[in-house]
Nanobody, 126 residues
Framework: QVQLVESGGGLVQTGGSLRLSCAASGGTFSRYAMGWFRQAPGKEREFVASISWSGGSLNHVDSVKGRFTISRDNAKNTLYLQMNSLKPEDTAVYYC???????????????????WGQGTQVTVSS
């Protein structure tokens, strides 16, 4: 059973930066494609970014392109999301997710992912 633990969230002003981390355990991290999703109050969970098992393929939702960057360190079993130029609309709980079914394809749909973390809150003040 894969366990995912997010960290790095917090309160930041508009234009600020945060780096989220997701530590994986209980499985072979380098076999999974990984993703970041977020959920704001009253809204559905939405895709943010994803990365293939090797890190060779990346996918970012249009609203974060040029501001957010997903990356991974397979030696440390850790996924990252560097978030720059944050906006109030980025406020949400951010979740990391893992899939063993599609390791080479950085998917954008929640059903493609088998394991989820508990989430970390990101709040951007205006």
């Amino acid at each position: 059973q894969v366990q995912l633990v997010e960290s790095g969230g917090g309160l930041v002003q508009t234009g600020g930066s945060l780096r989220l981390s997701c530590a994986a355990s209980g499985g072979t991290f380098s076999r999974y494609a990984m993703g970041w999703f977020r959920q704001a109050p009253g809204k559905e969970r939405e895709f943010v970014a994803s990365i293939s098992w090797s890190g060779g393929s990346l996918n970012h939702v249009d609203s974060v392109k040029g501001r957010f960057t997903i990356s991974r360190d397979n030696a440390k079993n850790t996924l990252y999301l560097q978030m720059n130029s944050l906006k109030p609309e980025d406020t949400a709980v951010y979740y990391c997710a893992a899939t063993t079914r599609f390791p080479s394809i950085p998917g954008s749909r929640t059903w493609e992912y088998d394991f989820w973390g508990q989430g970390t809150q990101v709040t951007v003040s205006s």
